[in-house]
């Protein structure tokens, strides 16, 4: 009886074995074979994937996205002047050209070593004749030499915005943006500065807003329709306010131009204007115009106040005509933020370079360089005129020892 009982179950078995087979033949049957096939395949690629990155290289991949998503570098240059002297150098006479591109040859790198990279548009564009002080208009090649060397982002703010008046305005925002260059800080009209009212960036899981002002523009007031930032608390009150409620983004900058010139301190202005961005939750700003450098303070968090803060009040002439020590340098300033795991940005490193313009006359001709100073100061045989050298080292000797006394949490680095 149990014999028979074993002899049973088994035949039931290979019964239900029996009909499961002709039950998945039939469903092949029914279905095109060849999609059954990739499906299965394909379903059983992913399932192997999945089962291979859970066990082993999820750990790692989250490790991979969270620092290439929770992190970004910027990188902050001072004032891009263009004076006479720096036009008829560009000038090609062969090609008829303006030709800026070795100006930053030297520089390139150290500008293009960071995610984003901004800096200060001090001359008007395309308006001829072309000229430098006291009302600039530079060539449109000026600015896409910027951009070769790495520049994503100008601020266009500043005291020589309405030097060519309307039409310097207008050319100048037309010129960037046929070039693809971010910019912020002068509007068409208003209509178009609240289309957007900062220069947003959207990069690694970021949405950094930047905005710029200026203290003035040379007695220049702005032609109808077209609108300047300038640094007045209720303009930027009311831009902060309309930013946070149609953008949300998770920090803003402020680019300003404002201060003394050729004062190596901040006067009492900026830093009541500091406390102000910073009172309306604006943390980080960024200053230029003085033509020389100033200190830059990073204010970490403390028990009794938790919002951290940064100013750098003045990066200096990036380049420039202006030979006068200490016109004759500036720096770059290098920030890195991070996202918190609450989605709060914070300040992770922050870091200055500094810069040096080289005016060298090569077979007769004058041509401008900006130089990583630091690299420079053990290469004396690189400098024909022993004299240039001696002053790009009393610029470096000077511009360390102001930024060594007065700088708060944040140091050189070299390359
Ligand atoms: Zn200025």
Known sequence: MKVFKIVCLFIIILLVQSACVSKKEVQKKNEPEKETIIEETVNEEKVVVKKEEKKKELPQKVKVLKKADDEISLLFIGDFMGHMDQIKAAYNKKTKTYEYDSCFSKIKPILSDADV?????????????????????????????????????????????????????????????????????????????????????????????????????????????????YLKKETIKSDVTYINSSISPDQIIAFVHWGDQYKDLPNKSQKDMFAYFKSLGVNIVIGAHPHVLQPMEWHKATKENEQESLVVYSLGNFVSHQRTFPRDGGAVFK?????????????????????????????????????????????????????????????????????????????????
């Not at 800080?185 to 900062?198: C, L, M, R, W």
């Not at 690189?382 to 930024?403: I, N, P, Q, S």
Request: overall charge positive; charged content about 25%; hydrophobic content about 30%.
């Open 117 to 229: 990279t901004l800096g200060n548009l001090e001359v008007t564009l395309g308006v001829k004749p072309y000229s430098g002080y006291p009302q600039f208009s530079s060539p449109p090649s000026y600015a896409s030499a910027i951009k070769n060397a790495g520049v994503d982002i100008l601020t266009t703010s500043n005291n020589h915005s309405c030097d060519k008046r309307k039409k310097g305005v207008e050319r100048t925002i037309h010129v960037l943006d046929s070039l693809n260059i971010g910019h912020t800080g002068t509007f068409i009209s208003a209509v178009e500065k609240t289309k957007n009212p900062a220069y947003v960036i959207h990069k690694n899981n970021f949405k950094i807003a930047v905005i710029s002002y200026t203290y003035g523009t040379n007695g220049l007031k702005p032609t109808a329709p077209n609108v300047v930032n």
């Open 335 to 415: 920030l890195w933020l991070k996202k918190g795991a609450d989605n709060k940005v914070k300040i992770k490193k922050a870091d200055y370079f500094l810069t040096w313009v080289h005016e060298p006359v090569v077979s007769g001709n004058k041509e401008y360089y900006v130089l990583p100073a630091d690299a420079y100061t053990s290469k004396p045989e690189t400098f024909t005129r022993k004299k240039d050298y001696d002053k790009m080292m009393r610029y470096v000797k000077h511009a360390r020892k102001l930024l060594g006394e007065h700088n708060k949490n944040i140091n050189e680095y070299t390359k």
